[in-house]
Structure formats: structure tokens, C-alpha cells
């Protein structure tokens, strides 16, 4: 194809992509009103009486200070679901993109890596959605007695949708780890070798990156992580035991870096032995005939 060619398929991709999308975000704008919305309120609404707002009849409510407020947080929600919802549809049309240049071996690594990737980030999202409970209790109860607290809807929804995805991202970031092992980037013994600086970057990382800021969700985020850079490490050790098992095969294993492999520098020695073809008599080889 030429670029026009791409630069048209790829507008028409993203065009489907898009229409996915927005029927995804229809369908959980209806979805609000019979669950979703729920589902989003339940960790602040399941706290106890005294660290809640309340209404008159004793239910939970979230504040909404301007007119436009409800319906902003009624679209941002819906907008989020509808993207999670119809991701297979608008995912497979950048994969229909793609893989037309891509080897067989590169699809089933991407299809693999795109599969894990998804998998990691929905149970990152999975776990901070449970603790999101818990975490608030601590915070809330922080304020002490006499304290009403009050939480407006837009600010409760954007602590909610920051928690799931800082859990979702650092969930991801093992699985870097081994793709750069698997193009030969990173070693086996440099993760070994690195272990404690490891564990160490990656609670550093889960204190800068939690909205909550307190030690329980800190290291119910890292407690995780240090498991999956752990199964990252053994998956490298396999893939550079593999890797030098092939090299060994091969005779390559006791070259040095900088050594030049034992490759024929020469020109190989023809075939002489003669073709059927060339010694069967060509017409043009007969000697002309004279006529008179």
C-alpha cells in the first residue's frame, strides 16, 4: 500500500475505534442509573455512619456543588466505563492495523503481551478497588471526633478513578521488565543483581504513587509488585538458560562480545558438475545447411 493507502486505513480505523467507543459510553450512561453508579459509591457508602454524609432518611450521598455538576460526573463515569467495555472492539482494530507487518512470531508475542498486560491491569484495578474501603476509613478517621465529613462527587470520583489507575500502571511495569529480557536488553543477572534495589525503587515508587498518601494502600500496592518483579526475575532466569542452551548448540557460547563469529570470509566453491541441459545439443549449435 502506498502512505496515502495506510494514512486512509488508519483514519477508517480509528473512525470504527471511536464508534465503538461511543455506543461503549451510551450504554453505561444508561448503566448509571441501574448499578454503575452504586458500584462507584459503594466504598464510600459501606464506611461507617459517623465518616460519612448522610441524608435526612439516613442515606449515603455524595455532594454536588453547581448546577453542572451531576451531569459532568454522569458523563466522566460513563465515558471510563465505555471505554473499558468495548475495549476487545476498539483494541482489535489497532491489532488489524498492525500485524499486517508483523511476523508470525511477532503476532504471537504481541497477542500474548497484549492479553497479560489487559490481565495486570484489571487486577491492579481489582485490588484497589477493595481496598478502597479500607483506605478511606484510615483517612477519614484521621479527622478525629466532631467532624463531619463531606465528600463532593467530583472529588471522591477523581480520587476513585487516579486509585485504580496508579494500581492498574504499576502493575504493568513487571511485565516491561520482561520484555526487555526477551529482546536482550536486560539480563537474568543484572535483575538478580539488582533484587534489593528492586524492592526498594519499587515501595519509593508506590509512595509517590498512591493518591492516599498512607502506608496501608502504600504497601498493599507494593506488597504485589515485589511478587510480580520476583516471577519477572525466574521468567528471565528460564528465557537466558534457553537462550544459552541455543548458543551453545550452536558453538557460539565461548565467543566474546567483540569477537567476530567463525563465519566462511571466502566465496564458495562452484558446482562444475555439468547440467543435463547443457549437454543436450541446442538447435543453434547444428551446422547450417546451404541450399541451392
Not at 130 to 147: D, F, K, M, P, T
Not at 159 to 183: C, Q
Not at 244 to 263: Q, R, T, Y
Request: charged share 15%.
Amino acid at each position: 500500500m502506498s502512505l496515502i493507502g495506510h494514512l486512509r486505513e488508519l483514519r477508517n480505523r480509528i473512525g470504527i475505534a471511536l464508534l465503538f467507543v461511543l455506543i461503549g459510553t451510551a450504554v453505561a450512561f444508561w448503566w448509571y442509573e441501574h448499578g454503575l453508579g452504586d458500584f462507584i459509591r459503594a466504598p464510600y457508602c459501606n464506611l461507617p455512619y459517623d465518616l460519612r454524609y448522610n441524608d435526612a432518611d439516613g442515606s449515603c450521598g455524595l455532594l454536588v456543588t453547581n448546577v453542572f455538576g451531576g451531569a459532568l460526573i454522569r458523563l466522566k463515569i460513563s465515558f471510563i466505563a465505555g471505554v473499558v467495555l468495548s475495549a476487545p472492539f476498539w483494541l482489535y482494530q489497532l491489532w488489524a492495523f498492525l500485524t499486517p507487518g508483523l511476523k508470525r512470531s511477532e503476532k504471537r508475542y504481541g497477542v500474548g503481551f497484549v492479553a497479560v498486560s489487559s490481565l495486570l491491569f484489571a487486577l491492579g484495578a481489582a485490588l484497589a478497588y477493595l481496598s478502597l474501603s479500607a483506605g478511606l476509613r484510615l483517612l477519614l478517621g484521621l479527622a478525629g471526633e466532631g467532624v463531619v465529613v463531606a465528600l463532593t462527587a467530583e472529588e471522591y470520583i477523581g480520587f476513585v478513578i487516579s486509585l485504580l489507575v496508579a494500581f492498574g500502571v504499576s502493575f504493568e511495569l513487571p511485565l516491561i521488565a520482561v520484555a526487555l529480557n526477551l529482546i536482550g536488553v536486560l539480563s537474568h543477572e543484572a535483575l538478580s543483581k539488582g533484587r534489593r534495589w528492586i524492592y526498594f525503587l519499587t515501595i519509593v515508587f508506590a509512595a509517590f504513587i498512591t493518591p492516599t498518601q498512607d502506608p496501608f494502600t502504600m504497601l498493599l500496592m507494593a506488597g504485589p509488585m515485589c511478587v510480580l518483579f520476583e516471577i519477572a526475575i525466574q521468567i528471565a532466569r528460564f528465557v537466558d538458560k534457553r537462550r544459552a542452551k541455543k548458543a551453545a548448540a550452536e558453538g557460539l557460547a565461548d565467543l566474546d562480545d567483540g569477537e567476530a563469529s567463525p563465519l566462511v570470509e571466502g566465496p564458495s566453491a562452484l558446482d562444475t558438475t555439468p547440467s543435463p541441459l547443457d549437454t543436450t545439443p541446442s538447435p543453434l549449435d547444428e551446422p547450417a545447411t546451404t541450399q541451392r
